[in-house]
């Protein structure tokens, strides 16, 4: 059974353990609206790759940035600025906000906000929905 965090656990584990859940998370809610547009693995992968990408993360984080509530944005501070090391396939700039908004991601769903989690990555998701070819 999850155990329900509150926000002063999580203030005692890495931003980067809460990402680490965010991603896992993101990657799950993405691969299951996919199943709404292609039921084809080759379109599945190749348009969950272009979805969860550090690239793509930072750009649908700033065209959702602005329904997200103080605290919200102050946990993706918490997230971006926790120092780790980025990717060649993204800049430094993507890999840090992405790193942001798993950990938002991760928080909500370590503290079982589910529907708040929902709402954001369906935002997220509709960043890149129309997107897919």
């Known amino acids: 059974m999850l155990e329900n ?3 002063d656990d999580l203030k005692t584990l890495s931003p980067l353990v809460v ?3 965010g991603d896992a998370y993101f990657h799950l809610y993405i ?3 996919l199943l709404e547009i292609t039921h084809k693995i080759s379109k599945l992968n190749d348009f969950s790759a272009k979805i969860v990408s550090a ?6 984080y700033k065209k959702i940035e602005e329904t997200l509530t103080d ?3 102050t946990i993706f501070r918490r997230g ?5 090391h ?4 993204s800049t430094v700039e993507e890999y840090h906000a992405s790193t942001g908004f798993e950990n938002l991601l991760g928080e909500l769903f370590l503290r079982k906000k589910f529907s ?4 954001i990555c369906e935002s997220a998701f509709n960043v890149w929905k129309n997107n897919l070819t």
């Open 80 to 84: 971006r600025n926790a120092k780790s």
């Open 86 to 89: 980025a990717p060649r396939s």
């Open 71 to 73: 605290e919200e944005r």
């Open 31 to 33: 691969r299951t609206r």
């Open 19 to 21: 990402a680490y859940i």
């Open 5 to 7: 965090f509150d926000a």
């Open 55 to 60: 690239v793509a993360q930072a750009e649908a």
């Open 116 to 119: 708040r989690l929902d709402e």
